[in-house]
């Protein structure tokens, strides 16, 4: 693909985890990359490891759930990279904690970064995809959406993330758009660390214990979801749409 023609794509929670494995694995697809993340700084190794290896990148900073900020941050992808016509909504926080200790604070977080953040992203960044008659959309959902202990915000929110993706899939289908949901399961990244801090429990220990409950017995890296994601942002997945597919080493209902 030529520099002209390249594709772009952004990236959200692009510092690190599923989405600097994920930005990384667009780029050596042929795909200009714009990583963003809360600040611009925090983008920068990404985007390091991308433009070092040959590939085309742009550090963004953006509060996903801001208005104003997503906005400005698209215009700014669209004047220096181009349209963009890929998204992965994969910014993320948690704030775990048992409903009756979890604030308004906890909840209004991790609601507006996941739900409310990928609508304003999605809702910024669509009518580039609409205007080229071509687009994919990836949500990062979670095994979470089934329930898990201590993270009644994040559960919500990823099980929302779910009926969103259906929802866009149905709306931009006959655009050329499509949009599916990935739902890791087990992942190292700092995100679970933090939860096995919270828990008290070792990271090692952490995953040693995971691994026992999963049929191939290893839990996932970022590169595991960002396979995942590169087949879904293909010219091979347009008949691929509204689809939430499980990256948990084995099946879950």
Same mark, same amino acid.
């Given at each position: 693909?030529s ?8 990236? /959200?929670?692009g510092? *690190?985890? %599923? ?5 990384? *694995?667009?780029?050596?697809?042929? +795909?200009?990359v ?11 190794? /990404? ?7 040959g590939?085309?990148?742009? &550090?963004?900073?953006?509060?996903? $759930?801001?208005?104003?900020q ?28 048992? +409903?009756?200790?979890? /604030?308004?604070?906890?909840?209004? /977080?991790? %609601? =507006?970064?996941h739900?409310?953040? $990928?609508?304003?992203? $999605? ?13 994919? %959309?990836?949500? +990062?959902?979670?095994?979470s959406a089934?329930?898990? *202990? ?9 099980a ?15 655009? =050329? ?24 429990? =070792? ?6 214990? &995971?691994a026992?409950?999963?049929?191939? *017995? ?22 691929? $749409? ?6 948990? =080493?084995?099946? +879950?209902?």
């Amino acid at each position: 693909m030529s520099e002209a023609s390249q594709r772009v794509a952004i990236v /959200t929670g692009g510092a *690190r985890g %599923i989405g600097a494995g994920t930005a990384k *694995r667009l780029a050596a697809d042929g +795909l200009a990359v714009a990583v963003l993340d809360l600040k611009e700084g925090d983008s920068q190794g /990404t985007v390091d490891a991308i433009t070092s290896a040959g590939g085309n990148a742009l &550090a963004v900073g953006a509060d996903v $759930s801001d208005a104003g900020q997503v906005k400005a941050a698209v215009e700014k992808v669209v004047t220096e990279l181009g349209p963009p016509v890929v998204l992965i909504n994969n910014a993320g926080v948690i704030r775990d904690n048992m +409903l009756f200790k979890m /604030t308004d604070d906890d909840w209004d /977080t991790v %609601i =507006g970064i996941h739900l409310r953040g $990928s609508f304003l992203m $999605s809702l910024a960044c669509q009518k580039h995809m609409v205007d080229a008659k071509w687009g994919r %959309i990836v949500n +990062l959902s979670s095994s979470s959406a089934l329930g898990n *202990r201590g993270q009644v915000n994040y559960s919500a929110a990823k099980a929302g993330l779910q009926g969103f993706t259906k929802t866009l899939a149905i709306e931009l289908g006959q655009f =050329g758009v499509t949009a599916n949901a990935v739902a890791p399961g087990f992942i190292a990244t700092d995100m679970t660390a933090a939860t096995a801090a919270r828990l008290g429990i =070792g990271f090692e220990e952490f995953q040693q214990a &995971a691994a026992t409950q999963i049929p191939v *017995r290893r839990v996932g890296t970022p590169d595991d979801v960002a396979h995942v994601i590169s087949f879904l942002v293909s010219d091979g997945a347009g008949f691929v $749409s509204g689809q939430v597919i499980y990256v948990a =080493g084995g099946p +879950l209902c």
